[in-house]
């Protein structure tokens, strides 16, 4: 419904962009004249058409927004006293019900009358809403149209007003990303501190023990639950730790190699070869670790003698390394190259050989950005969850053994909110918990490594 | 490998013959330094390489027979008693193959075994039959020879990926089911065909019915939820950072932000999602709407990134141009500046669309990760797309889903990989050099 009456809409502006253009050159005496006026014609006809669209799509979207609420109060008003005092969850399951008999489903047990009369109630509503919407909002854009097509004659300066409004518009774009970081901090915050007032801050902070899974039923043996990051924060540093015991050595050599001394063509064929790691999905990463590399580590440890667990931090921390070498690598690459030839030069001039310029030279010169590059390796290690979901485990030991089993933060979050969520327990709460610690220690990170590199970068600009 | 190669004789007086000697006789040490980090150096890009092969190895070789599926070859008497014009929908087809397979093999009674032989073909044959008799009612008193698909297990067997002689007690199928199989083969009733089912439906619990239209379809509208709103919003912000914005402690602001926001683990866009979309707003779970909601949030900073560095690379000399000859900020930009870092942009854009095409993990916090069957006609109903689809694969038990998400691994690939070779071919054609 909604696509209908944007079209409808967009058919109205291009009449409008039609209707003020013409108004225009009418009002100057025809095209050849259009020079005397304060803008070009097309100005016009665009300011138009704004006013004809804009207002019209504000409303739209506040309507689309607003009437399942609208929606759902008119309901209630009409439905007997006895089911408004219901506690609000049976409330909002009998909105769903009257919701789903409506579109013609069906509803949980036999709908009594006063709920089959308040479905008739909401159809009649929707079909009402659906009328309403079309007229206020079309009616809106034809008295935005007029209001437009009136205030344009020949000194108006129509440019300046469009351009206003497509400033406007790109600001509100570029504030976006601020948004997104506010949604992000108050969303995580709001449910975190929901789970702090179960669940004292410090137990979560210090506590040895995470067992999540207990608190499902409120008459179970320790019902309350364990919620102690500690272990799942170790296995998180172990995995991470395993990763860029990889990524670190593999990424930093590579880079170097790519950069420093292979000839022209090799650099070329095999660049963008190594460049497919860092595109490949990391469900793909994980279905690998889990199937081929996790059984093949188990086979190599125990003919070793050495017991490994079926889902060892190893597995997943190998391929999770691989996965993050492209990553360093071409970080590393750009801050080498970034280093000036004349502090090469000079060290080859002085006799030295090439590894020991890069070693002695290039590569304390380039320290900081590889620093950098780094951090920001381990912030994505920290936060990758795919591979760790399907190759590492779910049992939180407090262990830094890597051929155990250990368990991440990310993937404690996704096994508690896939599946059924209650939005007041704590098991769901946790998760965002979780998410808020995960969030705040890849901030700093990431604000420290951009920090650092970009402080590199300015030193040789 | 760390002595100092400068060296000077402790007096503090050198003679140039001595340093000369001392060097000279340093040298064949340092050069075999040389060639050691030059070797470690081309090992670890060999690691890498290596590693990609034998993914890539790995995965094909357990996903390519996937796109072929075992069928066997049943003759079907359509019983006018079963069928008949009033209930050719419902009709018990499955009943006829059962039935075709006992004249197969009459020397079959006990029940468990009549089971087991029923248990040769998948139980989606009866559509295959239904399909053909509604396709042609006047097979209706026939006996139509037909290839209906093999169960999964069966499957695994034709294909080589269960060993035969592994003892009964390792395997899913017993010696019986061998035997059955092996005589079918003699008598040429079965084959490996083109595997249409995989493309042309949606999930099931069988591994021989499962498909992956529905998830493309569920990536599709994703990804083009996405696009839709990503690409506007990300140039509009990237022209304004690049080109209005004032220099001052806001735009510093926004600056730090969207290079944070970059860096920030995709599943903290999923919790986004899940509190703020989900159950604030109200939208539909599992709709390819919130994903693309979700996504988009996190391509952007991406998107923007890039079109600010090809926003940069157009030289200053244009916009001089245009607003010495009386053009507006706005013109400047809108006419000269922005179709020439267009080509840039678009390249980002679908860099960043196949960084969305391959996400997983922020769309499982929206709930796309239910069981759907149905394949998604629209932006909410309720979908899964090819990264989860094959999430959900990895985790079933069945020997079958491993050969079915190999697969949907190398669909993915190819389609991540026509992205790829498109932003390159984007970048090479359109992308002027200043």
């Given at each position: 419904m909604p696509g209908m009456i944007l079209l409808a809409l967009l058919v109205l502006s291009a009449a409008a962009y039609a209707l003020g253009q013409r108004r225009v050159l009418r009002m100057v005496g025809g095209p050849t004249r259009?020079?005397?006026?304060?803008?070009?014609p097309r100005y016009y006809g665009t300011y138009v058409a704004l006013w004809c669209a804009v207002p019209a799509l504000g409303l739209l979207l506040l309507w689309v927004f607003l009437e399942p609420m609208v929606l759902d109060q008119l309901v209630l008003r009409h439905l007997p006293e006895s089911y408004r005092s219901l506690p609000p969850e049976r409330v909002s399951l009998l909105l769903n019900d009257i919701k789903n008999l409506a579109k013609g489903g069906i509803a949980s047990g036999q709908p009594d009358p006063a709920v089959r009369d308040a479905v008739e109630h909401y159809r009649n509503l929707q079909s009402l809403a659906k009328t309403a919407l079309w007229v206020v909002v079309l009616s809106l854009s034809a008295v935005g149209l007029q209001f437009g097509y009136r205030k344009i004659h020949i000194t108006f300066r129509a440019r300046n007003k469009v351009e206003k409004v497509v400033e406007t518009f790109l600001i509100i774009a570029s504030t976006i990303a601020i948004f997104t970081t506010i949604g992000i901090v108050f969303s995580v915050l709001f449910e975190a501190l929901r789970f702090f007032r179960l669940v004292p801050w410090w137990e979560f902070l210090f506590g040895l023990k995470w067992s999540?899974?207990?608190?499902?039923?409120?008459?179970?043996?320790?019902?309350?639950?364990a919620f102690g990051m500690v272990p799942v924060f170790t296995g998180t540093l172990l995995i991470a730790l395993i990763a860029m015991s990889v990524a670190a050595p593999l990424g930093l050599l590579s880079a170097i190699y790519l950069s420093e001394y292979a000839p022209r063509a090799f650099r070329t064929a095999v660049k963008p070869i190594l460049e497919i790691l860092a595109g490949i999905p990391t469900v793909v990463y994980g279905f690998f670790a889990a199937l081929t590399v996790g059984p093949l580590v188990r086979r190599v440890g125990e003919s070793l003698g050495f017991a490994v667990a079926s889902e060892s931090a190893l597995a997943a921390g190998l391929v999770m390394g691989i996965m993050i070498v492209p990553f360093v690598s071409s970080l590393t690459d750009d801050v080498i190259t970034a280093v000036p030839n004349d502090l090469r030069d000079g060290s080859l001039a002085l006799g030295a050989t090439r590894s020991e310029t890069i070693k002695r030279v290039v590569l304390p010169a380039a320290l900081p950005g590889i620093v950098g590059g780094l951090l920001l390796g381990v912030s994505r290690a920290i936060g990758e969850t795919m591979i760790v979901v399907m190759a590492a485990g779910l049992a939180a030991n407090l262990t830094f053994n890597p051929l155990a089993a250990v368990t991440t933060v990310t993937v404690q979050i996704v096994t508690l909110l896939v599946g059924d969520q209650e939005f007041d327990s704590p098991k769901t709460l946790a998760a965002f918990a979780l998410g808020l610690v995960l969030f705040v220690v890849t901030l700093i990170l990431n604000i420290i490594a951009l920090y650092v590199v970009r402080k590199y970068r300015e030193q040789y600009e | 490998m760390n002595k100092p190669f400068v060296t000077t004789s402790s007096s503090g007086v050198s003679s140039p013959s001595r340093t000369v000697t001392i060097v000279q006789a340093s040298l064949h040490k340092r050069y075999r330094a040389e060639k050691r980090f030059r070797l470690l150096g081309l090992s670890a890009v060999i690691c890498g390489l290596a590693f990609l092969a034998f993914m890539f190895v790995d995965i094909i070789s357990k996903g390519y027979t996937a796109f072929l599926q075992t069928m066997v070859l049943v003759d079907i008497d359509v019983d006018p008693g079963e069928v008949h014009v009033g209930n050719l929908d419902q009709a018990d087809y499955q009943g006829l193959v059962k039935k075709s397979l006992e004249k197969l093999f009459p020397e079959v009674t006990g029940r468990q075994e009549k089971r087991e032989l029923y248990a040769?073909?998948?139980?989606g044959a009866g559509t295959v039959v239904r399909q053909r008799v509604l396709e042609?009612?006047?097979?209706?008193?026939k006996t139509i020879a037909l290839w209906v698909p093999a169960n999964d297990d069966v499957d695994m067997v034709v294909k080589g990926h269960v060993e035969r002689n592994l003892p009964e007690s390792e395997r899913r199928l017993g010696d019986r089911t061998l035997g059955w199989i092996e005589a079918l083969e003699s008598q040429g009733r079965i084959t490996t065909r083109w595997n249409k089912t995989f493309f042309k439906s949606g999930d099931s619990r069988e591994p021989e019915l499962a498909g992956i239209l529905g998830a493309t379809a569920g990536s599709f509208y994703t990804i083009l939820v996405t696009l839709v709103l990503s690409f506007p919003i990300g140039v509009a912000a990237a022209l304004y950072l690049e080109e209005f914005a004032p220099k001052n402690r806001w735009t510093d602001l926004i600056e730090v932000n969207i290079n944070n926001l970059a860096a920030v683990p995709s599943i903290v866009f999923g919790l986004l999602g899940l509190a703020v979309f989900l159950s604030f707003f109200g939208l539909p779970r599992s709709s390819p709407l919130v994903g693309g909601l979700v996504l988009t949030l996190m391509t952007l900073p991406t998107i923007i990134i890039a079109g600010r560095a090809s926003l940069q690379a157009v030289p200053p000399s244009i916009r001089d141009a245009a607003l010495s000859v009386g053009a507006s900020r706005m013109q400047a930009v809108f006419h000269h500046v922005l179709p020439l870092a267009l080509p840039g942009m678009l390249t980002g854009t679908i860099i960043g669309m196949g960084r969305a095409l391959g996400e997983t993990a922020p769309l499982l916090m929206v709930g796309m990760v239910a069981f759907i069957v149905d394949i998604p006609?629209?932006?909410?109903?309720?979908a899964t797309v090819l990264p989860v689809q094959i999430y959900l694969w990895a985790d079933s038990a069945e020997r079958a889903f491993v050969e079915k998400t190999s697969a949907a691994i190398l669909v993915l690939l190819a389609f991540l990989i026509a992205m790829n070779a498109a932003a390159v071919y984007l970048r090479n054609r359109f992308e002027r050099r200043w």
């Open positions: 259009s020079r005397a006026l304060a803008s070009r999540p899974q207990m608190a499902i039923r409120a008459d179970q043996v320790g019902a309350s639950g | 040769l073909v998948s139980s042609d009612t006047s097979m209706i008193g006609r629209g932006f909410t109903d309720p």
